[in-house]
Every structure is written in structure tokens, then in C-alpha cells.
């Protein structure tokens, strides 16, 4: 205790010298400065009119950068308490929904089924009975070729296979009444049979005078005229002039229209999603544009996804199937394709731009009940189309979107109108993964 007590009392005789100290600096301070007061005591207004109109231009320069001065200071060091009034602010209130999450590529428009018609057999071309661009059906007659020598052959076979059947119809009678051996009767069964075989070939062969199309569809343009000589190849011969010539190519190509498929690609991190989405077996929707008529959208659905990937580009081949009543839509067609992979459950919704981005982060402003404002740090783990997914604020929040510009925390506002909530509708960024 004795150690104690003496430090207390340095301590306090410390305090007392301090104390004496400073009353005499403060002493010869005023001492100085008495001089000078009682120079200002002194001072009129003609004294001090004189003074100013010889330093005028001082005067106004040391008042100028005074004032700028409290301007760029309240500019960047705003008080919102010394505000001259509330800001005015556009919010919303968010609510808990279902989001679909999309995905956006890019495609090419491709023929559910298309046929490159060619011939069977080298011949003469008869008779076209095809326009361009007509629609045909399946069965439907295309071209006629040259089927005289066939004809006749087939004919001529037909005829021999009649008298073979009449021959062995015969034998059966003789045979009962014991004219003739079983083993006539045999081969004139043998005989009939080997007739009728070549009969059929020789009509199989004049069938190939006669082209018909596969499948329904439209016919592209014609590429053969009456009189062109066909091969079977993969040149056709045409006369476009005088001249005969010859091309790479077919007769004619049908092409499936309605309905008619989209191919494009998804990136290997989205396969996942996908496939999640296909085991609970409803088909995935896409809804598809063509060209710059973004405002005509083509709903369809996801036919197949491709069962590996392409190692070259680390994407998988998807290929969907769109109605095309009003062909409209043609092979080989740029498209854009939005593929809705699957739904966020209970998401948060915002308009993007409600979100504030600094160096530290992203972040939204919010009002309580008095109308103060919070910045509050948030994640966007999803944007598209002017709509982003943020967790860090509770749903019921109001979220300040119009007029943050001027918001500081703590702020005062005044709200207007309230903002639209914002819808992601069926239809650019990559979503981020869902937590």
C-alpha cells in the first residue's frame, strides 16, 4: 500500500506543476496578443473601408475558394441530417416466387427429314411432274422416266409366267389321272415358281421408271427437264441451254417443313440442370427466334440431348422440335434459342437495376418503416433480362430502384410511385450456380 501511496502523490504533485505550467504559457500568450486587441479595438468603419477596397481582389479570391471549398466538401461528405430534404425514391417489395432459370443459345434451324431424290437405273427423263417449291405427299409421283423397254420386258415375262401357272395347273390334272410321273408334276411346279420370280424382278425394275417421294414435304428446285439423261450416281445431267451440262447433285430435294427442328449447343457446366429437369419427364421448353424478328417467338420442345460430349468445344448437342403450320421457318436458318432449364423455388426477385456495385461488393439500399435508408450486401446468383435473383435481404423488404443516385445510409426518403415488380419472362448472362 505504501508503494501505492507514493506513486499517487507523484502523480499529484505532477498534476499541480502541469497546471501551474500551462497557466503561465497561457499568461505570455496573452501578452502577445494583447497588443493586437487592443489594435482592433481601435478600428472603425472608415478604417476598415479603407482596408477592403485596397484588398478587394484578395478579399473575393480568399472568399471564392472558401466557397468552393464548402461545396466540394458537402458534395463529397454529404450529412444527411443537414440535408436540405428528403430523396425522392422509386421502391418495390419483394416477394418469394418461382423463377425459371434459362438458358440462351445459339442454333441453326434444321429439316425434321429431308430426301435427295435420285435414280435408280441410267435412263432418259419421260416426264416431270414436280413444280419448285410444290408440296407433295408420301406416294405422290415425281418423275416419269423412259419405262418403254422396261415395259416391255415385264410384260413379256408376265405373259411367261401365266403359261407357267396354266402348265403346272394342267400337270395337277394329268398327275390324278395318271398321265404323268410326280416328278413332271414337280417341275412344272419349279417352272411356274422361276417364271413368276422374274416377272416380279421385271416389275421391280419398271418401278424404278416411275420416282415418287418418300415423305411428305415441299420440293426444292428442280434440277432435270424432259429428255435429261439420269444416272445412277450422284451426277445428274441437265440441259439448261443448248448445251447439255452436267452438275453435282440431285433430281430434286423434298424437304420436311412442319414440324421442323432447331439444333444447338448447351455448355458442359448446364448438362446437369438438364438432365435433373428430363427425369421428372416433362419435356423441356424453348421458346425460338429467327433472325431480327426477335418479337416472333417459336414455342417447341427438347427432342433429344445428345449422349457425349464434343471434347473440341466442352458442349453437348441438343436438338428441339417447333410446330412451322405457317413455313415460315426454312433449313439452315440463324436462331436464337432460350431453353428454360429448370425453376428457382421461393427466389428473391429484383430489378437489376436496384443493385448498387462499388469496390466492395454489390449491394441494394432498403427503407424501414421510417424511411430510412440501409445499404445492405447482397449475391446475384441470377440475371436475365433486366431481373436479377440476390439472397441477403428477407422477403418484405423494401428495396429502394429509382433514385439511390442521391441515397446515402441513413438517408431520408419520400417515396413515389412504387416500381412494377419485375417478371422473368419465358425467353445475357450465363446463370451462376444455384445455391
Same mark, same amino acid.
Request: hydrophobic content about 40%; some cysteine.
Given at each position: 500500500?505504501?508503494?501505492?501511496?507514493?506513486?499517487?502523490?507523484?502523480?499529484?504533485?505532477?498534476?499541480?506543476?502541469?497546471?501551474?505550467?500551462?497557466?503561465?504559457?497561457?499568461?505570455?500568450?496573452?501578452?502577445?496578443? !494583447? %497588443?493586437?486587441? !487592443?489594435?482592433?479595438?481601435?478600428?472603425?468603419?472608415?478604417?476598415?473601408?479603407?482596408?477592403?477596397?485596397?484588398?478587394?481582389?484578395?478579399?473575393?479570391?480568399?472568399?471564392?475558394?472558401?466557397?468552393?471549398?464548402?461545396?466540394?466538401?458537402?458534395?463529397?461528405?454529404?450529412?444527411?441530417?443537414?440535408?436540405?430534404?428528403?430523396?425522392?425514391?422509386?421502391?418495390?417489395?419483394?416477394?418469394?416466387?418461382?423463377?425459371?432459370?434459362?438458358?440462351?443459345?445459339?442454333?441453326?434451324?434444321?429439316?425434321?427429314?429431308?430426301?435427295?431424290?435420285?435414280?435408280?437405273?441410267?435412263?432418259?427423263?419421260?416426264?416431270?411432274?414436280?413444280?419448285?417449291?410444290?408440296?407433295?405427299?408420301?406416294?405422290?409421283?415425281?418423275?416419269?422416266?423412259?419405262?418403254?423397254?422396261?415395259?416391255?420386258?415385264?410384260?413379256?415375262?408376265?405373259?411367261?409366267?401365266?403359261?407357267?401357272?396354266?402348265?403346272?395347273?394342267?400337270?395337277?390334272?394329268?398327275?390324278?389321272?395318271?398321265?404323268?410321273?410326280?416328278?413332271?408334276?414337280?417341275?412344272?411346279?419349279?417352272?411356274?415358281?422361276?417364271?413368276?420370280?422374274?416377272?416380279?424382278?421385271?416389275?421391280?425394275?419398271?418401278?424404278?421408271?416411275?420416282?415418287?417421294?418418300?415423305?411428305?414435304?415441299?420440293?426444292?428446285? *428442280?434440277?432435270?427437264? %424432259?429428255?435429261?439423261?439420269?444416272?445412277?450416281?450422284?451426277?445428274?445431267?441437265?440441259?439448261?441451254?443448248?448445251?447439255?451440262?452436267?452438275?453435282?447433285?440431285?433430281?430434286?430435294?423434298?424437304?420436311?417443313?412442319?414440324?421442323?427442328?432447331?439444333?444447338? *449447343?448447351?455448355?458442359?457446366?448446364?448438362?446437369?440442370?438438364?438432365?435433373?429437369?428430363?427425369?421428372?419427364?416433362?419435356?423441356?421448353? *424453348?421458346?425460338?427466334?429467327?433472325?431480327?424478328?426477335?418479337?416472333?417467338?417459336?414455342?417447341?420442345?427438347?427432342?433429344?440431348?445428345?449422349?457425349?460430349?464434343?471434347?473440341?468445344?466442352?458442349?453437348?448437342?441438343?436438338?428441339?422440335?417447333?410446330?412451322?403450320?405457317?413455313?415460315?421457318?426454312?433449313?439452315?436458318?440463324?436462331?436464337?434459342?432460350?431453353?428454360?432449364? !429448370?425453376?428457382?423455388?421461393?427466389?428473391?426477385?429484383?430489378?437489376?437495376?436496384?443493385?448498387?456495385?462499388?469496390?466492395?461488393?454489390?449491394?441494394?439500399?432498403?427503407?424501414?418503416?421510417?424511411?430510412?435508408?440501409?445499404?445492405?450486401?447482397?449475391?446475384?446468383?441470377?440475371?436475365?433480362?433486366?431481373?436479377?435473383?440476390?439472397?441477403?435481404?428477407?422477403?418484405?423488404?423494401?428495396?429502394?430502384?429509382?433514385?439511390?443516385?442521391?441515397?446515402?445510409?441513413?438517408?431520408?426518403?419520400?417515396?413515389?410511385?412504387?416500381?412494377?415488380?419485375?417478371?422473368?419472362?419465358?425467353? %445475357?448472362?450465363?446463370?451462376?450456380?444455384?445455391?
Amino acid at each position: 500500500m505504501s508503494k501505492i501511496e507514493s506513486t499517487l502523490d507523484r502523480l499529484f504533485a505532477k498534476l499541480v506543476g502541469l497546471k501551474g505550467s500551462s497557466k503561465a504559457r497561457l499568461c505570455s500568450l496573452w501578452t502577445k496578443a !494583447s %497588443p493586437y486587441a !487592443s489594435k482592433l479595438k481601435k478600428l472603425d468603419l472608415q478604417t476598415i473601408k479603407t482596408y477592403a477596397i485596397q484588398y478587394k481582389w484578395r478579399i473575393l479570391l480568399v472568399l471564392i475558394v472558401l466557397y468552393a471549398g464548402s461545396k466540394t466538401f458537402d458534395y463529397f461528405f454529404p450529412d444527411a441530417d443537414k440535408a436540405g430534404g428528403p430523396v425522392t425514391v422509386t421502391t418495390i417489395v419483394v416477394e418469394k416466387k418461382d423463377i425459371p432459370l434459362i438458358i440462351e443459345a445459339t442454333g441453326t434451324i434444321v429439316s425434321n427429314s429431308i430426301v435427295d431424290i435420285r435414280p435408280m437405273v441410267t435412263n432418259t427423263v419421260a416426264k416431270v411432274n414436280v413444280k419448285d417449291g410444290q408440296e407433295v405427299k408420301a406416294g405422290d409421283l415425281l418423275f416419269t422416266l423412259d419405262d418403254r423397254n422396261d415395259k416391255a420386258n415385264y410384260e413379256k415375262l408376265k405373259a411367261l409366267a401365266d403359261d407357267a401357272q396354266k402348265q403346272y395347273l394342267r400337270a395337277k390334272e394329268l398327275v390324278a389321272k395318271n398321265f404323268i410321273s410326280k416328278a413332271g408334276l414337280e417341275t412344272s411346279y419349279a417352272n411356274a415358281k422361276s417364271a413368276e420370280a422374274a416377272a416380279k424382278a421385271a416389275e421391280v425394275q419398271l418401278s424404278f421408271d416411275y420416282i415418287k417421294s418418300p415423305i411428305d414435304g415441299r420440293a426444292g428446285i *428442280v434440277n432435270v427437264f %424432259p429428255g435429261s439423261l439420269v444416272q445412277a450416281s450422284n451426277v445428274v445431267t441437265t440441259a439448261t441451254s443448248s448445251t447439255a451440262t452436267s452438275s453435282v447433285g440431285s433430281m430434286v430435294t423434298i424437304t420436311q417443313l412442319n414440324p421442323i427442328n432447331v439444333q444447338f *449447343v448447351i455448355p458442359e457446366k448446364d448438362i446437369p440442370t438438364i438432365l435433373e429437369n428430363q427425369l421428372d419427364g416433362e419435356p423441356l421448353k *424453348v421458346k425460338v427466334t429467327v433472325g431480327d424478328n426477335s418479337k416472333k417467338a417459336y414455342d417447341g420442345t427438347v427432342l433429344v440431348v445428345d449422349n457425349q460430349v464434343d471434347p473440341s468445344i466442352a458442349a453437348v448437342r441438343v436438338k428441339a422440335q417447333i410446330p412451322n403450320e405457317g413455313m415460315t421457318l426454312l433449313p439452315g436458318q440463324f436462331a436464337r434459342i432460350s431453353l428454360v432449364a !429448370s425453376d428457382l423455388k421461393d427466389a428473391l426477385s429484383v430489378p437489376s437495376q436496384a443493385v448498387v456495385i462499388n469496390p466492395r461488393g454489390k449491394f441494394v439500399f432498403t427503407l424501414d418503416k421510417d424511411g430510412k435508408a440501409s445499404m445492405i450486401p447482397i449475391k446475384v446468383i441470377y440475371e436475365y433480362q433486366g431481373s436479377s435473383v440476390i439472397t441477403g435481404i428477407q422477403a418484405g423488404d423494401k428495396v429502394v430502384v429509382e433514385g439511390k443516385q442521391n441515397l446515402r445510409p441513413g438517408g431520408k426518403t419520400r417515396e413515389s410511385k412504387s416500381a412494377p415488380v419485375p417478371t422473368t419472362q419465358q425467353a %445475357p448472362t450465363s446463370p451462376a450456380d444455384k445455391k
